[in-house]
């Protein structure tokens, strides 16, 4: 099974940028569509973004369009989400996941497309 990791959560002021990363260390990711997510205390999974095999196709949900880029290298097997012009309501816990998929520029964003996942990582933005 897919073990994926993610880093990069910290504690951020509004306003602030930061980067999250997605890594498999027994997996070549570049066989996978990988998505994002997140999860606020109390509050149920929210899906991010998401971003093909390619790298070619992304998608956002409306929160995160603007704000937030998704991108990946799969030379370093890793997907990235970048996100600027945090926003305390950005505070959660925030996961990668991915599906292995034949389909090169197509990814979905449901996190029910999804069957492996990370342990994620958490982002606090507060001031």
């Known amino acids: 099974q897919l073990q994926l990791v993610e880093s990069g959560g910290d504690l951020m002021q509004p306003g602030g940028s930061l980067r999250l990363s997605c890594t498999s260390s027994?997996?070549?990711?570049?066989?996978?569509?990988v998505g994002w997510f997140r999860q606020a205390p109390g509050k149920e999974r929210e899906d991010v973004s998401c971003?093909?095999?390619?790298?070619?196709?992304?998608n956002y949900v409306n929160f995160a369009r603007g704000r937030f880029t998704v991108y990946r290298d799969n030379a370093k097997n890793t997907v990235y989400l970048q996100m600027n012009n945090l926003k305390p309501e950005d505070t959660a816990v925030y996961y990668c996941?991915?599906?292995?998929?034949?389909?090169?520029?197509?990814?979905?964003?449901?996190?029910?497309?999804?069957?492996?996942w990370g342990q994620g990582t958490q982002v606090t933005v507060s001031s």
């Open positions: 971003v093909s095999r390619s790298g070619l196709d992304t």
């Open positions: 996941a991915a599906i292995r998929t034949s389909r090169l520029d197509v990814c979905a964003i449901s996190g029910d497309e999804y069957g492996d």
């Open positions: 027994d997996f070549a990711l570049g066989a996978y569509a």
